[in-house]
């Protein structure tokens, strides 16, 4: 018989999460945030749009509406939404005591990191991608599915539109996996589910507000808030690829020191209580 | 069975343990050995070291100085240690929102080598079968408790590491539970029992470890420390006063005093006899001399409750023994 491995724990944590109420709570969210997006866009009265990009078209292609909660989900909603399981997944466990019955199986620590990492991992897709999907649904049906006008000015049809939007919301997981890994980081060291999922949202949050402090909009480019605005670049003619590739190093300098820290931390420390 | 399971290496065997937090020392240099078939009992007072000692048995802690070994692999290094080995530390835990057979299915699965092809077997040993498709959140603290080792049984182990099994059951689940390590003893599975119900130790141990302040002060058999403590007598006569004069001045009368209006006493058969003769020239006529075998528990309080509990190992000291 195979011998257990990551694969093993993972695709157990995934069975987890189905049955698990917070998984739904936040996939309820991803979902929900759209459709009372479009309702509002349905009942609104003044139909000039704002001041922030593809809100003029908001009423002209459902294709705005997804690009449009990316714009504004990046503030706490996908924060949220994210830690809401990266959070929670190892500080939930020592704090109900399942991880010591489950660290004296078979299975080195690293793999059972492993396994709940890309766990954690795969909820955040998930939930990106059925927010974008329902954002296209939804404003489709409201404002149908039309062609878009790019960032640059030139008409998008609607098939290279929607292709855009799938692209758009890939690279918004660049930011989100940073999120993600604060989030492990902070669930194995704080060991408390509400401690790691608030803490990483007020993380988020701080870093957003540096970079409105007067002074330090120099700190811009760095911020992980900035990174969240990254997918526009597909939104350009040419595409401009700058914004993406230093949004993945940026990212890369939040997440991997973070995970690194939850990876020793988990495999070093002691299990005790719980 | 692995190459070293089946090696001659003891199942566990814990040397110079420490566990230190900051400046709590919370196992202070634990020493023991447990043989292939001991039904072996780890006792101590609260806050004695047991789960400590246990959690780094199991690799769940690291120690801050010492060894352990289960079947000469270092659970430390590596969690293939555990292979042959399984048990829980406290209560065992269990995800409340899925039913104990998928519990169970997750636990195998962590296992491998077969552990899913004995998720039926378990649950039918434990008397979970009925059961098995409710969810853990619905259970009681026995069935927990029985659920605890039926995830146990799924790695076919050789040594079996259980802290406190009994613990929160009623009368008829802690009876039921002795049953259950009886029978996993009678199959040959060698046990490390931790445990505060110490008639239930004495009835399925054979060797105990008692554990106090961190420190071993016994490690031996049951049957070893009792013949140690010797036999207490309690002794009535027609002048008490005078019979305690001549028990304090013969020789072999150990931790004499007075309880209830009765002489009690620790002595050897011998002892006694002369003890007797004495009496009766004294003019302190017998009423009454009754014998009786210290208990494990009498054992264990005088070991933890003495000065400091600090005796050597193996090497118990005649200890106050009352009934």
Known sequence: ?274 | MTDALASSQPPVEVRGLVKRYSDLIAVAGVDLTVEVGDVYGYLGPNGAGKTTSLRMMLGLIRPTAGTVALFGRDPQASVRALDGVAGFVEAPTFYPYLTGRRNLELLAAFDGHGAPTRIDQALETVELSDRASDRVGGYSHGMKQRLGIAAALLRDPKLMILDEPATGLDPGGMRDMRVLIRRLAEQGMTVVLSSHVLPEVEELCNRVAIVQHGRIVYEGRIADLKRSAGTTYRLSTTDDQRAMAVCRAQHGIRDLRSDHDKICFTADEEAVATLSQALVEAGALIRALVPGTATLEDLFFSLTEGEDGARPVSEPEPVEVSR
């Open chain 1, 1 to 274: 018989m195979k011998s257990p491995g990551v694969a093993t724990v993972y695709r157990w944590e995934l069975t987890k999460l189905r049955y698990q109420k917070r998984t739904y709570l936040g996939l309820g969210a991803a979902a929900a945030v759209p459709i009372l997006f479009v309702v509002a866009i349905h009942f609104r009265h003044d139909r000039r749009g704002g001041d922030f990009a593809f809100a003029s078209y908001l009423t002209k292609s459902g294709l705005a509406v997804p690009l449009v909660l990316l714009l504004f989900g990046a503030v706490w909603l996908f924060p949220l939404i994210t830690a809401l399981v990266a959070g929670d997944i190892f500080a939930s466990e020592d704090h109900n005591g399942t991880l010591k019955t489950v660290l004296t199986r078979s299975l080195e620590r690293g793999q059972i990191f492993g396994g709940k990492a890309l766990a954690a991992a795969t909820y955040a897709v998930a939930a990106i991608m059925l927010s974008g999907t329902v954002a296209v649904v939804a404003g489709s049906i409201q404002s149908g599915f039309n062609s878009l006008q790019s960032l640059s000015g030139t008409i998008v049809s609607a098939p290279k539109g929607l292709e855009l939007v799938y692209l758009g919301l890939l690279v918004y997981l660049i930011p989100i996996a940073a999120i993600v890994c604060i989030g492990l980081m902070l669930s194995t060291i704080t060991r408390n589910s509400a401690a790691a999922v608030v803490g990483t949202l007020m993380i988020s949050l701080l870093i957003q507000l540096i970079g409105i402090l007067p002074g330090l909009s120099g700190t811009q480019p760095y911020l992980l808030s900035t990174q969240f605005n990254a997918w526009q670049g597909l939104l350009r003619t040419p595409t401009d690829w700058a914004p993406i590739i230093h949004a993945a190093w940026v990212c890369a300098c939040y997440g991997l020191p973070s995970l690194a820290t939850a990876y020793l931390v988990f495999l070093r420390r002691d299990v005790a209580g719980g």
